[in-house]
């Protein structure tokens, strides 16, 4: 019903940046919440930043005044703009989005097949 595809990882330097982007597709009536996540080896799965329906946006601490998290709404697109990135932001990035297939539908979290960013030199 409703697709989610990440795109934009790769491998950057220590200090370089990167832009993910996220796109959902399909049957889609409403997205309340688009999240970016990321899991790296080892570790568990954990949320990088959160953008809702009204705009407000929140960040983990580790990623506070380097990442930013941004919203097309008419494309049902998410981005995540990622500077001064350092080596332990190595990780899959997965997106998450909170939307409903129809009016009479629950909302219910979609994912993304991940991307992965590797900071190293």
């Known amino acids: 019903q409703v697709q989610v595809v990440e795109s934009g990882g790769g491998l950057v330097q220590p200090g370089g940046s990167l832009r993910l982007s996220c796109a959902a597709s399909g049957t889609i009536f409403s997205i309340n919440r688009m999240a970016w996540y990321r899991e790296a080896p080892g570790k568990q799965r954990e949320l990088v930043a959160t953008?809702?329906?009204?705009?407000?946006?929140n960040y983990a601490d580790s990623v506070k005044g380097r990442f930013t998290i941004s919203r097309a709404n008419a494309k049902n697109t998410v981005y995540l703009q990622m500077n001064s990135l350092k080596p332990e932001d190595t990780a899959v990035y997965y997106c998450?989005?909170?939307?409903?297939?129809?009016?009479?539908?629950?909302?219910?979290?979609?994912w993304g097949q991940g991307t992965q960013v590797t900071v190293s030199s």
């Open positions: 998450q989005v909170l939307a409903r297939p129809y009016v009479v539908s629950a909302y219910s979290n979609y």
């Open positions: 953008v809702i329906i009204g705009g407000t946006t």
